[in-house]
């Protein structure tokens, strides 16, 4: 499974954006330390991970047009959801970043 890492940081009470990408966790772990939400301080975000390509959705249609129902299908291009890894919850210390497995 091919993909790559991003650090998302809030960037106000409604959005988040994408910092950073990298392409192992270590490297994506290391550079937390200097990312931060708009209402923390560094070593704050979530990391995820997108894996590479699409995924295609059928979708089946109905309409009624002048009394006349109509079937038919759809394929709805879609990127591969992406999938959580941890979020940084600020500096130990020792300036280390304190990860937790809870999303939110």
């Given at each position: 499974m091919k993909g790559?890492?991003?650090?998302?940081?809030?960037?106000d009470e409604w959005r988040?954006?994408?910092?950073?990408?990298?392409s192992t966790l270590k490297e994506a772990k290391e550079a937390m330390k200097y990312c931060a939400d708009w209402f923390c301080g560094e070593g704050?975000?979530?990391i995820?991970?997108?894996?590479?390509?699409?995924?295609l959705k059928t979708?089946?249609?109905?309409t009624v047009e002048h009394g006349k129902v109509?079937?038919?299908t759809r394929k709805e291009l879609r990127r591969k959801p992406r999938k959580f890894i941890c979020r940084g919850?600020?500096?130990?210390?020792?300036?280390n970043v304190i990860f937790s497995e809870k999303e939110y």
């Open positions: 790559f890492y991003f650090i998302e940081n809030a960037t988040s954006s994408e910092t950073a990408y990298f704050t975000g979530r995820y991970y997108q894996e590479f390509g699409i995924d979708t089946a249609i109905t109509t079937e038919e919850k600020g500096l130990d210390e020792n300036g």
